[in-house]
């Protein structure tokens, strides 16, 4: 029997740059999110969202906008991954920004100190509110799960342990070095964080997924998506309009999330960045996604 299935939402764009991601948990349950995940086998309990945030400009906190907010979303992440986790359930967490990443692993962490983080993402995200001016906290989640030097005190400080994430702990997959600040590189470097670019991604994805999992420690596994990484011309989803003709199509995405959820170590899926009015001009795109996310978590045990 495969683990009964806890769904959370996280509806917010706090951390972002604009309002729109705070809709995605709401839609994906409107495209019929909970009836696909039953239908691919599993027993869905829906655990409901955290805090409704709404993006607004910060500008008392020009580097590190809505920072309470995020932090708090953050939080009840956390709380909510860490009950499932406490109730022997897998979990799928429909972002919100990345930093929702970060209460994943706090609570993963706290469950399995040997857990790992597979993150698919097209950034580092590695930046501080020092190292970029934009203020946005989408880009900095793993700078403060790593506590780099200029990381938000009240972020980084908001986990169970401190930093909450060595670079052993992770893998990334789908990076654009091009889509990087110089610090990011430079800690990407310093740290030997260990990352396979978008471009290899997309050309065979097989063999850098394979790599990941096999390089992760052998403890419990998040695995958490980015729709960033994505290419904007096959799959406009995600906030960041950036990734334009590069990185992999939604096929390949659908694959690497489909080997990677049915390692036996993985527990939680999260995805971040979904902004669903991208999708606006062609609908098709999000039922497609919410079917390569319920085939990624699909049971492979017989039916009973
Ligand atoms: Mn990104």
Do not use: K
């Given at each position: 029997m495969p683990r009964d299935l806890v769904l959370v939402g996280a509806p917010t764009s706090a951390g972002s740059y604009a309002p729109g991601q705070e809709a995605a948990p709401r839609v994906l349950r409107d495209l019929g999110l909970v009836d696909r995940l039953r239908a691919a086998g599993r027993q869905v309990r829906d655990a409901g969202d955290g805090p409704l945030q709404v993006w607004a400009p910060d500008p008392a906190h020009p580097r590190a906008q809505n920072l309470a907010a995020a932090v708090l979303a953050v939080r009840t992440v956390t709380e909510q991954v860490a009950a499932a986790l406490e109730q022997d359930a897998d979990?799928?967490?429909?972002?919100?920004?990345?930093?929702?990443?970060?209460?994943?692993?706090?609570?993963?962490?706290?469950?399995?100190?040997?857990?790992?983080?597979?993150?698919?993402?097209?950034?580092?995200?590695?930046?501080?509110?020092?190292?970029?001016?934009?203020?946005?906290?989408?880009?900095?989640?793993?700078?403060?799960?790593?506590?780099?030097?200029?990381?938000?005190?009240?972020?980084?400080?908001?986990?169970?342990?401190?930093?909450?994430?060595?670079p052993e702990q992770l893998y990334?997959?789908?990076?654009?070095?091009?889509?990087?600040?110089?610090?990011?590189?430079?800690q990407a470097r310093l740290l030997s964080l260990r990352w396979v670019s978008g471009a290899d991604l997309a050309s065979a994805p097989d063999s850098p997924v394979a790599g990941a999992l096999g390089a992760l420690p052998p403890g419990a596994l998040a695995?958490?998506?980015d729709v960033d990484v994505l290419d904007f011309t096959d799959a406009p989803l995600a906030e960041s309009t950036d990734g334009r003709n590069s990185g992999p199509s939604l096929q390949a995405i659908a694959g690497v999330l489909d080997t990677a959820c049915h390692d036996p170590r993985a527990r939680v899926l999260s995805i971040g960045e979904l902004n669903p009015a991208r999708a606006a001009g062609r609908p098709e795109i999000l039922p497609r996604f919410l079917a390569?996310?319920?085939?990624?978590?699909?049971?492979?045990?017989?039916?009973?």
């Open positions: 979990v799928l967490l429909i972002g919100g920004n990345c930093t929702i990443a970060l209460g994943v692993m706090d609570a993963l962490l706290r469950h399995d100190p040997d857990a790992g983080l597979l993150y698919i993402d097209r950034h580092f995200d590695l930046n501080t509110p020092v190292s970029s001016i934009d203020g946005a906290l989408d880009w900095m989640g793993l700078a403060h799960g790593l506590d780099l030097p200029g990381a938000a005190e009240q972020l980084a400080a908001a986990f169970h342990r401190r930093p909450l994430l060595t990334l997959l789908g990076t654009d070095p091009a889509g990087s600040t110089a610090w990011e590189r430079e695995v958490h998506i390569s996310v319920a085939d990624a978590l699909r049971s492979t045990a017989p039916p009973a």
